[in-house]
């Protein structure tokens, strides 16, 4: 898995939470947005088989879901890569986990629930990161 950002092509998001509502927001949020593909998973687990099979430009995870939760999920990202955008989502801000967000190169951390205005704003901040990353010598 690398984080490839290509400029002829739609930014891939992978949105990871097990909140179908959650999923639903998301989805509704981004579905006018025409240089964006966004995937969902329920779960870390369904997450990493989906990250088996396609890169993605952003990664936005919650970070309390079953079976594989969202720390599990980005320590066996940046296992495979150290670049892609990743983006945590939580209803429970614990600080104790701050350093643990910055040895994983978490991009941001944010707090749920979002607006719509805040959703389209986070990705668009989030794309232009990765493409940041993308285009460093």
């Not at 891939?12 to 969902?40: K, P």
Request: charge should be negative.
């Amino acid at each position: 898995m690398t984080a490839h950002m290509n400029n002829g092509r739609d930014k891939r998001i992978l949105v990871v939470d097990d909140d179908d509502q959650v999923l639903f927001v998301w989805s509704n949020a981004l579905a006018s947005s025409r240089d964006i593909r966004l995937e969902t998973a329920q779960d870390g687990e369904q997450a990493l088989e989906i990250l088996s099979e396609r890169d993605f430009d952003v990664i936005i995870t919650d970070l309390r879901m079953p079976r594989l939760d969202g720390y599990q999920l980005t320590e066996a990202i940046r296992q495979r890569d150290r670049e892609v955008t990743i983006v945590w989502l939580t209803g429970y801000r614990d600080p104790s986990k701050a350093a643990t967000e910055a040895r994983l190169g978490v991009y941001r951390c944010v707090d749920k629930p979002l607006t719509v205005a805040e959703i389209r704003a986070l990705v668009r901040e989030a794309v232009q990161v990765a493409g940041d990353k993308a285009h460093k010598p």
